[in-house]
DNA sequence: CAGGGCATGTGAAACCTTTCACAATAAGAA
DNA sequence: TTCTTATTGTGAAAGGTTTCACATGCCCTG
């Protein structure tokens, strides 16, 4: 039930990634009323192994019961501390073309309590039209309007060729945390997180692993 | 030059992300007419080690010259043919909502070869209409559809309650890759190839290293 | 055409992650 | 209360990935 005291614990990116995995899957369990999970259950939903659920919770602390599993409502709390979730961000968006619309009306987001509270581009054409609620404002205003609305994490989804320069931008106005979508390795001061989602990068894996499955027959 | 005897060497899945991440920094090199590269510089562009790079290259054969580097156009040309983009792949999308619609006008899918030739969805008032230049099929038809146009690989972008009962349609329409982008551990046999992008996943490791960076003094 | 410089390719070492295997122990039955 | 059953929590082992370090060998200069 407790935290491990903090040592220099150094938690591997995966572990941080399952936490997701096992946060949506206590999510649903907790809609479905179940009130315990064992860690062999929730590695088949998640396809991992059962050992590895349990050490990947052992980091961070003891949560389960011996013989009878996990409380789900309790675990789901418990993760959501972890990974910081358990409150709201506050986000802005840089970007209005197509991911950046379309992230904007994406609920997924809201529900976990990322929510968007400033959309920016810089085309004249974009600038005071309505998404979703939002007003799109000019990238210009920028840092003044950011620190006004506590903004903590930035999503960009610019095209890449002007990515470098509008995420310069974007870390001068004191960002600390951003989400990149455009297709190209930004580069940012060490202060800053950056993680960047390539879409490509997942159709190329699907393309290498149907060019090079073992053939039909020998 | 040549690739090594095709043993049963196992690629990690880092190696062939990582394969994506060159491939796309090689493309932007060949635009700016650069001739050579060295895996320092590759490294440096990528935030990787040397090291990795030149490991990474090996699994597939010795593309670079020594004390000069690797060739540009060629070695692109080389990964291209180890991911398996240097040809069209058939692409579907299913699901035309937020996600859905915008990565059907995501240049960056037609570019690396990914061409998406046919769009589902279940919703009678989406039927029928336009995107950008793609009549929207019914969902029903979708097992004959995707027979007659040769689609290889399936984009599924529909809300995650019914994202099992789709993909079980997917995989009887005999599909063998999948990528996914319905927050939700989706089930499928062996021989089938799913990807699963889970946007919400790094929104969550930003949260989670804001949430647990050293605090700013002692 | 020989020699210096440079960057590759690659075994081996170091490091990191996952899996194993079992003692510990809580819940519920008898 | 004691016993049985189930499942956790966790050191240790196994397995996998990254980094090191250097021999190799190509290019270019003189």
């Known amino acids: 039930m407790v935290k491990k005291s903090d040592g220099k614990r150094k938690i591997s990116e995966s572990t941080i990634k ?6 949506r899957a206590l999510s649903l369990l907790e809609k479905e009323n179940q009130e315990t999970i064992s860690s062999k259950e929730l590695a088949r939903r998640e396809k991992l192994t059962p050992a590895q659920v349990r050490k990947d919770l052992s980091f961070f602390g003891s ?5 009878l599993g996990y409380p789900v409502s309790e675990l789901k709390q418990q993760i959501s501390e972890i990974l910081g979730v358990n409150r ?5 968006m840089v970007g209005v073309g197509n991911i950046g619309s379309a992230l904007v009306s994406y609920k997924e987001f809201q529900k976990q309590g990322f929510i968007i509270k400033l ?3 810089n085309d004249q054409r974009k600038i005071g039209s309505n998404h979703k609620g939002l007003i799109v404002s000019d990238i210009r205003e920028m840092a003044r309007l950011l620190r006004e609305h506590h903004i903590e994490i930035v ?7 002007v990515a470098q320069y509008i995420v310069d931008e974007v870390v001068a106005a004191g960002i600390k945390a951003i989400l990149n979508f455009a297709p190209i390795n930004l580069q940012v001061p060490p202060d800053v997180y950056l993680r960047t989602e390539n879409m490509s990068m997942e159709l190329e894996y699907l393309s290498f692993t149907l060019t090079n499955r073992r053939p039909p027959a020998e």
Do not use: H
């Not at 999503?155 to 890449?160: E, F, G, K, N, T």
């Open 18 to 23: 399952r936490l997701s995995l096992y946060y």
């Open 63 to 67: 949560f389960g019961t011996r013989g």
């Open 88 to 92: 709201v961000w506050n986000v802005a």
């Open 119 to 121: 959309i920016f581009d």
């Open 155 to 161: 999503i960009l989804a610019v095209p890449a060729i």
